[in-house]
């Protein structure tokens, strides 16, 4: 079964279903898998996404669709799609609906996880079709994970397959503050990885705003380390030796009668203090935040039709 997000993907979902129809046809007539599905996860599209899905929900009893109410973000999407996957597939593989990530791989997920393997991850082989920025904003959120002790796979976005039993554990997780690659990784079920070419999107632009990408960077960090809180307690240690320090040499330059009136000197500590005072209280407030959001046990996402 494919599970694909979509949000206002009316451009790209006819050639979607018609490329993933050859492709997955011809796995099944090779006899790799028994049958196949795809299920579309419409993530509150504001265009004609939800009514060409419905069409095709008719045309092809392979394709199914859930309708979420509104837009709740590209993790949240994908999670309706495996909670709806759960029992219904031996193997679901998630992807992106623009075609970026390659679909010829499915086969070589497939391959591996009938040679008995629970998650196979698409990892990318090159960033050639991303822009500048896209590229460099995304080798930085790979370093700064990699610097946070945050366990992830370079280059593997959520174009992935799961068996039934990594499914099935996977939506066992209660937390509201999803990074699925993340929580994969954490399973411990037997995993390999398959390589693939990334392309250019087929039509459309990215959904993906740096409003969105930065959000999922910081949930990223704040949903699996806790090491910007150890960060701050470091950070205090540093500032209690510096004052340590001017304690001292304010001490010998009273004694020695050298005391001027600094005022500099005061209101740059003032500044610096209250700024590492409103840093820190930021950090922290991140995770209040996100302990907020996981005691509310709010619903993920509100479906809100299925074909
Ligand atoms: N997407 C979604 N909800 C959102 C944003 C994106 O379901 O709020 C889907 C989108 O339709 C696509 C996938 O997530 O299938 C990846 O988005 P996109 O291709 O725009 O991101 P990029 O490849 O630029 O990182
Ligand atoms: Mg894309």
């Known amino acids: 079964m494919m599970v694909i997000p979509c949000y206002n ?40 996404t939800w009514s060409i899905i419905v069409s095709q929900s008719e045309a092809d009893s392979h394709v199914h669709g859930i309708k979420l109410a509104h837009n709740v973000g590209h993790q949240f999407a994908l ?3 495996y909670e709806y996957a759960v029992g219904k597939a031996d193997a679901v593989v998630s992807m992106d609906a623009d075609l970026q990530h390659d679909i010829h791989s499915i086969e070589d997920m497939v391959d591996k996880y009938n040679e008995g393997y629970e998650v196979v991850y698409g990892v990318r082989n090159d960033r050639k079709t991303d822009g500048w920025i896209k590229k460099q904003t995304a080798l930085g959120f790979y370093r700064l994970m ?14 992935r397959l799961l068996g039934s039993h990594a499914l099935e554990a996977l939506v066992a997780y209660p937390e509201r503050n999803l990074f699925i690659r993340g929580l994969v990784r954490t399973l ?100 209040i935040g996100k302990i907020y959001k996981e005691t509310k046990r709010r619903p993920r996402y509100v479906v809100e039709k299925k074909i």
């Open 9 to 48: 993907e009316e451009l790209v979902l006819h050639e979607t279903t018609r490329q993933l129809t050859e492709v997955l046809e011809a796995i099944q007539s090779k006899k790799k898998i028994d049958d196949w599905s795809v299920v579309y996860v419409d993530d509150g599209s504001k265009d004609s």
């Open 79 to 81: 999670w309706a799609g």
């Open 146 to 159: 990699q610097w946070m002790g945050v366990d992830i796979i370079k280059n593997h976005a959520d174009y």
């Open 188 to 287: 411990g079920f037997r995993e390999t990885e398959v390589y693939f070419d990334v392309k250019e999107r087929f039509a459309g632009n990215s959904k993906y705003s740096m409003r969105k990408m930065l959000n999922f960077a910081v949930d990223g960090i704040t949903s699996f380390s806790v090491q910007p809180l150890r960060l701050i307690a470091g950070l205090g240690v540093i500032i209690v030796l510096l004052a340590l320090i001017a304690a001292i040499y304010v001490l010998v330059s009273y004694f020695m009668g050298r005391a001027v009136a600094g005022w500099s000197s005061l209101l740059l500590s003032i500044w610096f203090i209250g700024g590492v005072q409103l840093l820190s209280i930021g950090v922290l407030g991140e995770y």
